[in-house]
């Protein structure tokens, strides 16, 4: 038979214990969407939390990556508790980066999401080795409180930060409504944000990232495929001029 990955079993609810250091009473439990994992909203008697079963095998790498974002000042959820494929988060309500880019067009969103690269790319750099998120999707961030809190440090990984700046102006870019001049303008306007707060040059050295992060998606989104093809040449010549 096969395995209800959708259901807590005895292994979360251990994790869940020794995350709150005592036995827990469940009032509610969510399953919340995921492309890879599966995660949950639990609320107890304690205090409501993240419970994350890594089904990618990750769940070592994001837990020591969430540690050392939360000890370098991050905004990102504080980890709770580990075993073994199990997670344990602090539960960060807000509102979804998502919807305030795509139906809202939250201009301070958007310059947000500049300066919260901007301070994790400045303090995951070691000894000249840089750190990035390498999941920079727009669905990973939420506005709490006026501060974006970054969600998802599974693929955490050495590589080039416009990788990330890349990914995450396709994601905006590439989600509904498409490719509108005022996406454009929140995108230039997260580019700038990073670019005075970092102060690396961002605007043109992320173009062709975001071209290759169009072409990926492409791929994956067969409705779509024409667009963005077309919208990922385009960029390769440069971004386009707003009256």
């Known amino acids: 038979m096969a395995q209800d990955l959708t259901t807590l079993d005895s292994?979360?609810?251990?994790?869940?214990?020794?995350?709150?250091?005592?036995?827990?009473?469940?009032?509610?439990?969510?399953l919340i969407p995921s492309r890879r994992n599966r995660?949950?909203?639990?609320?107890?008697?304690?205090?409501?939390?993240?419970?994350?079963?890594?089904?990618?095998?990750?769940?070592?790498?994001?837990?020591g990556a969430l540690l050392r974002a939360r000890e370098r000042g991050l905004d990102v959820p504080f980890p709770l508790h580990r075993?073994?494929?199990?997670?344990?988060?602090?539960?960060v309500p807000g509102e979804r980066c998502d919807s305030l880019i795509n139906h809202l067009f939250s201009a301070e969103a958007a310059e947000k999401l500049g300066s919260w690269f901007a301070r994790f790319h400045r303090?995951?750099?070691d000894d000249d080795s840089q750190f990035i998120m390498a999941d920079?999707?727009?669905?990973?961030?939420?506005?709490?409180d006026g501060r974006i809190v970054g969600m998802d440090l599974e693929d955490s990984c050495h590589g080039e930060p416009m990788e990330?700046?890349?990914?995450?102006?396709?994601?905006?870019?590439g989600s509904e409504p498409v490719f509108t001049p005022i996406k454009f303008d929140l995108c230039m306007r997260l580019l700038e944000c990073y670019e005075s707060e970092s102060g690396m040059e961002a605007v043109e050295s992320s173009r062709?990232?975001?071209?290759?992060?169009?072409?990926?998606?492409?791929?994956t989104r067969p409705l779509f495929r024409k667009t963005l093809l077309e919208a990922a040449r385009s960029l390769e010549c440069g971004w386009p001029r707003l009256a």
Request: charged fraction near 25%.
């Open 123 to 125: 303090e995951f750099c």
């Open 136 to 144: 920079a999707e727009l669905t990973n961030f939420q506005l709490y």
């Open 83 to 91: 075993s073994g494929d199990y997670m344990v988060l602090e539960y």
């Open 208 to 219: 062709p990232f975001v071209s290759k992060h169009l072409r990926t998606a492409a791929a």
């Open 11 to 30: 292994y979360g609810w251990d994790a869940l214990r020794n995350a709150l250091n005592q036995r827990v009473v469940l009032v509610n439990e969510r």
């Open 164 to 173: 990330d700046l890349g990914q995450l102006i396709s994601s905006i870019l």
């Open 39 to 63: 995660v949950w909203i639990v609320e107890t008697d304690v205090r409501p939390v993240i419970l994350k079963r890594s089904l990618s095998r990750r769940a070592e790498n994001e837990f």
